[in-house]
Nanobody, 118 residues
Framework: VQLQASGGGLVQPGGSLRLSCAVS??????????WDWYRQAPGKEREVVAF?????????NYADSVKGRFTISRDNAKNTIYLQMNSLKPEDTAVYYC?????????WGQGTQVTVSS
């Protein structure tokens, strides 16, 4: 199983980025699994920022710190998970990881760096 995260970069405060997590090497569609985006800032523990559930309901949940600014979604045809990040703040600076809950256990992508700075 491969989770290839991309889309990170340097952005000014107030800007936007869209992270992608392309899933391959598995028989499972992204629609069949629960997915999270986590982040880890320097010197801090990894924290979950967004969640999307499996199935047609696609219920979502967000950390209070990103609620109203971040949106998690998935494209079943592309087998890809997204994190749209708007109104970015310096405190959003971190390495962002996608993660899926597979029957054999949780799998992680390699992380993509997001830096919010003027």
């Amino acid at each position: 199983v491969q989770l290839q995260a991309s889309g990170g970069g340097l952005v000014q405060p107030g800007g936007s980025l869209r992270l992608s997590c392309a899933v391959s090497g598995t028989i499972f569609s992204v629609n069949a699994l629960d997915w999270d985006w986590y982040r880890q800032a320097p010197g801090k523990e990894r924290e979950v920022v967004a969640f999307i559930s499996s199935g047609s309901s696609s219920s979502t949940n967000y950390a209070d710190s990103v609620k109203g600014r971040f949106t998690i979604s998935r494209d079943n045809a592309k087998n890809t998970i997204y994190l749209q990040m708007n109104s970015l703040k310096p405190e959003d600076t971190a390495v962002y990881y996608c993660s899926g809950v597979f029957p054999a256990g949780r799998r992680w992508g390699q992380g993509t760096q997001v830096t919010v700075s003027s």
